[in-house]
């Protein structure tokens, strides 16, 4: 009988990327800014499903980068500063002692030593001023034009106190393109009772390879909620974005939503240090499996008087060629008086929720739709037709599995 | 041509779940605009009668025939019967985590736009607006399913209706307000004056006939209508000798035919 090693659930080739096969250097020389608006169409209608918007309407300011260098660099509110990460680390002396590397050491592993040796860093710097309360989302898009590169980003977020923000980070690449590297970078610091609403999708083809690596400081009354979407899964996505609720009554809120597919390794986790006193974390992940292996974890780590909880929730819809979720939601106290819970659960579409709604007029793929969308919690995304189309593929599929 | 004068008419039926005969040969008809009631003992088979009318797949129809307005949708699916206009609640609906009722509105309003200022006024004469943001029965108490399950009905619009007891396991406060749901849900329309919905409802402890009076009452024991009548005399008996009192009556009758 064949066991299951534990090492075993991540094949070694498709989460270790070798790199040096992968151009790090531009070869090409850095591009003009342009405004959104400028942004070629076929490019923008891409950018799109990821929630960045080139028109900008309901949008407080926008940076893309596209490979190696940004090319749009726009912020249209004056309690907000927007820079190339390059360009803010000259301009300000204390960036770099106090906050660069210092959410995300630089030591972490092989991808966070390949950014830190990048000798012109980019990516994106955002400051929202003391109070400040920016009404649109600030929106990031990470673009990828060819698939022969490692593209690296460095971000850093930075909310002076009372300071708000929604920022939207679209992840993905050209139509076409295969194969290619990302790696990115992001350190926020959420101020003294500010509050930063992080939501990031993700969009790659079968070939890409990602490794986002996340590091948030909060301080007292803070609050940072991340929502994580990964809509068209990459190759293998290893990401374990880790927030420090450092200040007293600081709190933190993760929703991650895996859509997997066949062939994709896609490795999610979360770590939240709750050290202050009074400091509160909920995660929740939720992953539909339709082949392809998704390992969704998370850890809380309680060390003064606290609330946690971390709930892992997947759907196996179908798990061909050794498709499976591993759930592995995970606590440890060292306080007397932190109160910390988890639960994990795994199933399919249950076929009399499904019927119950057909009895009220729904088709079945109408009904898996429903389904799957509020299993998922995807209303939380805002995204449009990307996410409907992906959910009736899903949908599609359980249909046409076993009921 | 002229409607056909019976909403629902069941031929011979019988129907198994998982290869077991749980309703064997059984005939009803239930025409335009009555109201009938279903008792009998639990067990019997009176919620695997009206889960096959509506559909589910478990509910295995082999032999006989169910004919829906003059339709014959034996071979019908759940949703196809749904949309010609048959609607049920359950005794025990499944919870959707993540689907709210709002959902099932919103899906209703989807395809009958025209509906969507009814629908507002219907959720605040039942007072269902707290009942709109929570998933699908998850937490709800008793006599809160039957009122959601209940006013899904009256959003949805069915020209049949089938209720699973929506008078079992809750208190008498509850009992009021679903008894009064029940009523308005089969009382006159403005536009069908002479006649109520057709409906079947099944009752095990016949209180909701206290509130929505029947037209007819049909006695189910073991998979077979054995008895049907007068719902007043019919519950009366039920209430003094129970359901045994039925197969005595049954039994005795049978001797006088012989």
């Known amino acids: ?403 | 041509m002229r409607p056909n004068p019976n909403t629902l008419k069941i031929k011979a039926l019988c129907v198994q779940v998982e290869g077991q005969e749980l309703i064997h040969n059984l005939n009803l008809t239930i025409p335009e605009g009555e109201v009938h009631a279903l008792l009998g003992p639990n067990g019997c088979g009176k919620t695997t009668l009206i889960m096959a009318i509506m559909g589910f797949p478990a509910y295995e129809v082999s032999q006989g025939q169910i004919f829906f307005e003059g339709r014959d949708i034996t071979e019908l699916g759940l949703t196809e019967r749904a949309r010609l206009g048959i609607g049920l609640t359950q005794q025990r609906p499944p919870t959707i985590t993540g689907v709210r009722l709002q959902h099932i509105i919103d899906y209703v309003i989807s395809n009958n736009p025209q509906r969507s200022d009814e629908i507002a006024r219907l959720v605040s004469d039942f007072k269902m607006g707290p009942f709109l943001d929570r998933d699908i029965h998850a937490g709800l108490s008793g006599g809160e399913i039957k009122r959601a399950e209940l006013f899904q009905l009256f959003v949805t619009h069915p020209r049949l209706a089938l209720l699973d007891e929506p008078d079992s396991g809750i208190d008498m406060d509850a009992l009021k307000l679903v008894g009064e749901m029940v009523n308005a849900l089969l009382s006159k329309d403005p536009h069908r004056p002479a006649k109520r919905k057709t409906a079947l409802i099944i009752t095990h402890t016949n209180q909701i006939l206290d509130y929505v009076p029947a037209d007819k009452a049909h006695v189910m024991l073991d998979g077979r209508i054995l008895c049907s009548g007068n719902p007043y005399i019919v519950i009366n008996e039920i209430k003094q000798h129970g359901y045994e009192g039925c197969v005595t009556c049954l039994q005795a009758a049978k001797e006088i035919r012989s």
């Open chain 1, 1 to 403: 009988m064949k066991q299951l090693d534990f090492n075993d659930n991540q094949p070694e080739d498709s989460l270790n990327i070798d790199l040096g096969k992968y151009r790090a250097v531009p070869d090409t020389p850095s591009p003009a800014l342009i405004a959104p608006g400028q942004v070629p169409p076929a490019d923008a209608r891409v950018m799109t499903r990821v929630g960045v918007s080139a028109a900008e309407l309901e949008r407080s300011a926008t940076y893309i980068q596209e490979d190696f260098f940004p090319v749009c660099v726009a912020a249209h509110s004056e309690y907000l500063e927007l820079l190339p990460i390059a360009d803010a680390l000259a301009k300000y002396d204390w960036l770099r002692e106090k906050y660069y590397w210092q959410a995300v050491p630089a030591n972490q592993d092989k991808y966070t030593a390949q950014a830190s040796t990048v000798s012109e860093p980019q990516g994106y710097f955002i400051r929202v001023k003391a109070g400040a309360k920016i009404p649109y989302p600030v929106q990031a898009c990470l673009y990828m034009t060819r698939g022969d590169i490692v593209q690296t980003v460095h971000n850093i977020v930075i909310l002076e106190e009372g300071a708000e923000l929604k920022l939207i980070t679209g992840c993905t690449m050209r139509d076409g393109v295969r194969a290619g590297v990302h790696i990115g970078i992001t350190e926020s610091y959420v101020g003294i009772n500010a509050k930063l609403t992080s939501t990031m999708v993700h969009s790659w083809s079968q070939e890409t390879q990602v490794r986002p690596h996340s590091g948030t400081i909060v301080e007292a009354g803070g609050a940072y909620v991340e929502n994580y979407c990964s809509l068209q899964p990459a190759k293998s996505v290893k990401t374990n974005p880790k927030t420090w609720l450092d200040g007293k009554g600081a709190s933190a809120k993760y929703l991650t939503i895996i859509l997997g597919s066949e062939g994709a390794a896609i490795d999610t986790g979360g770590e939240v240090y709750l050290n202050g006193k009074n400091t509160s974390a909920e995660l929740a992940h939720r992953a539909v499996c339709t082949g392809g292996r998704i390992n969704q974890t998370g850890l809380l780590v309680g060390s003064n008087v606290c609330r946690a909880h971390v709930d892992c929730a997947g759907m196996v819809v179908d798990a061909r060629n050794d498709g499976f979720i591993l759930s592995i939601p995970g606590l440890r106290s060292s306080h007397p008086e932190a109160r910390m819970s988890h639960e994990a659960s795994i199933g399919k579409i249950a076929p009399e929720q499904v019927e119950y709604l057909q009895s009220r007029g729904m088709d079945e793929r109408e009904a898996i739709s429903l389904i799957i969308r509020g299993f998922l919690g995807a209303d939380v995304f805002g995204l449009g037709a990307e996410l409907d189309a992906r959910i009736e593929e899903i949908a599609e599929l359980a249909g046409h599995g076993e009921a």
